[in-house]
Structure formats: C-alpha cells, structure tokens
C-alpha cells in the first residue's frame, strides 16, 4: 500500500485510473470501516482510503484534540484489506491556506438532528468531503448507514454538483451485543460500555411499537418518541434527539405521507456519560 499524504503526489499516482473506489475516514480504524472498504472493492479498483481528522467539522468544545489518532494500527488493516492507497494529508496539505470557501447544506437537512446539536457540522463535513473527492477524483465512494443523515447530505451534494461520483451506501456492524462500532466507543467506561447497547433495543423496541400501530398517526410516532425520551434518561442517558423521521428527507412524517406508507427511519443521538453515540434504524 502506498501511504501518501501529498495532492499533487496522489495525483500523480491516480493518473488515468477511472474506476477509483474511495473510502474517506478519520481513522482509528475497526470492522465497520473494513466491511467499507471490502464493499469498495467490489465496486471498483483501485481503492482507495483516506484518513483526515477535520477539525472543520468539529465544534469549539468538541473532541478535534483527543480524537483517537492510531495511525500504525490503521496502516496494518488498511494492508490487510488490499487498499491500494492511503492518502493521509496533514492539516498543511489539506488546507494549505484557511479554507474559507465552504459547502452550505441546505437548512432543512444541514441545521436539523445532528446539525441542530453540532452546528456547522455538516458544513465541515460537505466541503472536506468535496475536497478529498476533488483530490481523488473517485467514480464511486463508500459511506455508512451509521451516520445516516451525513450519508443523505453527501448524496445530495454529488447529486446538486452534478459530481461524477456514485455514492454506495454500507450496513452498519455492530458488536455482538447490538452497539454500532464507532471510533467514539474507546470513550466508554466498562459500565458505560456494559450499557451502551441499551440504545439500540432502544431502537428496536420502537421499531416494533410503529409496527404495531393500528393507525399510524402524527401524534402516536410522536408518544412513541416521547415514551422513549424518558425511558433513555431513566438510564441514566441524555439524549440530545431521539426521532421518528421519513427516510426520504430526515423530515417530521406529516399524515399525508404517513398515509401513503412513506418509509420510515428512528434516528437518535444521546451522551452516556461523556461519550456522545450515534445510532439509526430503518423501520
Ligand atoms: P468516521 O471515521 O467515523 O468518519 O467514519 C468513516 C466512515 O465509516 C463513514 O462513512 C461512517 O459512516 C462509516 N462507519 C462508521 N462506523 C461504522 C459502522 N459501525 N458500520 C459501518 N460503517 C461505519
């Protein structure tokens, strides 16, 4: 594997490759990134993966600092997998000079969930990732159902720039006991770590609630929400949203949509102690 941290270097390598598969990370690697770049190959060839840590998507009193940096360890699985390159920029090579030109989503996808609670995440988000494909120049790229409104923002970007870029969607792999792998995880105490999964069955338990419904209704999804609140802080969690939302767009159900059996998805977003974890299920 070549390890390149360079753009014009990088370029150089791509050279005449029209079939690159890309997979951008922030490191600290684990299983839910591998089962990516393993999708990426099937898509493509060569693959290629990144690591940046990028502090424009990180708010002033956010973890940019103690972000787990394990760049030895990632090498060896990156190996292992058969990623042609790992394009590793320092914050110089990335942004040689402040990056003042940025990538706005629009409001109704980009300020709510995840961009309600850590504004100008997205935003950080959108022009890195419109940087890295820029460099890369990938026909297609791998993103994680794990953070699932980022996953519908990125698509949405490829799609309003018209970007030559396919944007493939990976399951998200979770540990034995229900919890989605995060990088975030390594935070958790071992009590923490012993009650993260409740989150998911958290999910889960709503998943069957809907299910159940006789009448699906504005205001039963919004019970079903509210139940759920409480249930999560009763354990001790503080969740920042916990929400019944149309897989289509991440907005509220309205009746009519609900009618016409729009697709949902559970989104939530919640602290166990000082750790913030993030978890989705389509319903
Ligand atoms: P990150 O390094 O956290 O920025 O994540 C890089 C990519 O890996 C993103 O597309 C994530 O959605 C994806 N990812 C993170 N965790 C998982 C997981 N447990 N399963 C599948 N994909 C994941």
């Known amino acids: 594997m070549k390890i390149i941290s360079d753009i ?42 990144s690591i940046f840590v990028n502090r424009l998507q990180f708010g002033p009193n956010e973890d940019f600092d103690s972000y787990p940096r ?14 042609y390159i790992l394009f590793a920029p320092t914050e110089k090579d ?51 159902k794990k953070d ?19 944007i493939v969607p990976a399951e998200t792999i979770r540990a034995e006991d229900g919890l989605a792998l995060s990088s975030r995880n390594i935070y958790l105490s071992s009590s923490e ?22 009448e699906k209704t504005v205001s039963a999804l919004m019970d079903i929400e509210a139940q759920a609140l409480t249930q999560m802080q009763t354990r001790g969690w503080e969740p920042d949203y916990i929400a019944i939302r149309q897989q289509g767009d991440l907005a509220k159900p ?7 059996g729009q697709a949902l998805v559970i989104v939530t977003a919640a602290k166990l102690g000082k750790t913030r974890l993030i978890d989705n299920l389509e319903i």
């Open 8 to 49: 014009n270097e990088l370029r150089d390598h791509l050279r005449g490759q029209n079939r690159t598969s890309f997979v951008p990370t922030m490191g600290n690697l684990h299983e839910g990134h591998l089962s990516l770049m393993r999708l990426a190959r099937q898509y493509g060839d060569p693959v290629v993966a």
């Open 70 to 83: 394990t760049m030895q360890a990632d090498i060896d699985k990156l190996e292992q997998e058969g990623v």
């Open 94 to 144: 990335l942004y040689p000079q402040p990056q003042e030109y940025r990538v706005d989503p629009p409001q109704q996808l980009g300020d709510i969930l995840e961009g309600e609670f850590r504004p100008g995440f997205f935003k950080g988000v959108c022009t890195v990732v419109l940087k890295l494909f820029s460099c890369v120049q990938p026909r297609v790229a791998v993103f994680g």
């Open 148 to 166: 699932y409104q980022q996953l519908m923002i990125v698509r949405q970007m490829a799609s309003q720039f018209a970007l030559p870029v396919e």
């Open 193 to 214: 770590r012993a009650e993260a999964p409740a989150l998911q069955r958290q999910l889960s338990a709503m998943r069957e609630q809907v299910l159940g419904l006789k």
């Open 254 to 260: 309205t009746q009519a949509n609900l009618d016409s």
